[in-house]
């Protein structure tokens, strides 16, 4: 990072959304501040000065210039520090699928994952189905290759890894086995744990867990 570059995130740390920021960062070796917000609380000054339209983590604040929305910001510290370890791939129609599948994730997967930990009864049920009959099709798109990004872990990895680091979360509210399901993406996560830079730049999923117990009573649900 240059001397002149000054990085603060707006973070909570069980923030998928927020993790997939965290990552980017982490993957290219890029230092910066973390302000932590409290969700359950008032929105700080800060935060609905740098992201007055939805007043939402996570930010990136570059040498004083907010970036909000996690693809955005991702994409944007992938153009930024274009010197380090590329996240989207050099071939456009390989970086026009990526950008699909990721769009398939925010407008697909992560609405039903919410009735999975969020949600009781039939919704739940519903919730459940829909979210594994989404990652199956997500699950396919691996084919034979380690990695979503091929051979190196890459943009689309950065954004559905924090999903595998709820996990455990979503199983234990939703009583099933995502592996059973879904034993491929599952190998596919445990894959990237094995980073250096997954594994110190988020909380344990267990961690994960005990955040989302401690929001739910806070928010009453």
């Known amino acids: 990072m240059a001397n002149s570059d000054h990085i603060v995130l707006l973070d909570y740390?069980?923030?998928?959304?927020?993790?997939?920021?965290?990552?980017?960062?982490?993957?290219?070796g890029i230092e910066y501040l973390i302000k932590e917000e409290d969700l359950?609380?008032?929105?700080?000054?800060l935060l609905l000065k740098v992201n007055p339209v939805h007043q939402k983590i996570p930010?990136?604040?570059h040498n004083g210039k907010p970036v909000c929305e996690s693809l955005i910001i991702v994409e944007y510290i992938?153009?930024?520090w274009k010197d380090r370890c590329r996240l989207l791939p050099?071939?456009?129609y390989q970086r026009a699928k990526a950008k699909f599948w990721a769009d398939f994730i925010d407008k697909m997967v992560y609405p039903s994952c919410y009735n999975?930990?969020?949600?009781?009864?039939?919704?739940?049920?519903a919730g459940k189905k829909e979210f594994i009959d989404r990652i199956k099709m997500l699950e396919g798109e691996l084919k034979s290759n380690p990695y979503f990004g091929g051979e190196t872990l890459g943009f689309l990895d950065i954004v559905f890894l924090p999903s595998y680091y709820w996990f455990h979360t979503f199983e234990t509210f939703g009583k099933f086995s995502i592996e059973a399901e879904c034993p491929k993406l599952v190998a596919w996560g445990k894959r990237c744990m094995e980073e250096e830079f997954v594994y110190t730049s988020l909380p344990h999923p267990h961690k994960v867990y005990d955040l989302v117990v401690d929001y739910r009573k806070k928010m009453g649900i």
């Open 116 to 125: 999975v930990w969020a949600a009781n009864g039939e919704v739940q049920e």
């Open 40 to 45: 359950t609380q008032s929105k700080s000054s």
């Open 59 to 61: 930010v990136l604040i």
């Open 13 to 28: 740390s069980a923030s998928p959304f927020a993790m997939r920021v965290r990552l980017a960062l982490a993957a290219k």
């Open 90 to 92: 050099a071939d456009p």
């Open 78 to 80: 992938d153009e930024v």
